[in-house]
């Protein structure tokens, strides 16, 4: 299964294409959390990219001052994925309904890792022949 935790308890299932979250969770809390996990589901993505950061930004346009703070709160310099982070990363995408051409998983990669393609490529040579590998694990048992 494909999803995301922030935190512990809210899980968002691109797969599935729902949005689970904490039973108790209430109020503005559920309210935040939910459009947080739906910029998620928008944009397809499971990290906290640029394209998630543009979709939170679009919410603060629409009056959500705090969708504006969370993204520049994910705006800020991560510490820089690890290849354990990059593999589990490759496994979600390759697991969603639509999994992406590698052309599209590498730009993705690449940039939640925070390297130009070129950088990317030469950082980690054998990712490409691993997705075409996870992509025939993937297949659709019928
Ligand atoms: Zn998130």
Redo the contacts with the bound molecule.
Sequence with gaps: MSY?I?GVV?V?SLRQDRVYVRADLAGEDARKTLL??M??VATGC???SQE?IRELRRLGTLGERWANHEADV?SQPQAPLTRDDLLERMEEMAASPKPPAWAAARQHLAEEAGLSLLQFDRAHPELQRHWHQLLGCHQPSG
Excluded: P
């Design positions: 995301e922030d809210y968002v947080h996990e910029c998620h499971t990290g906290h998630f994910f």
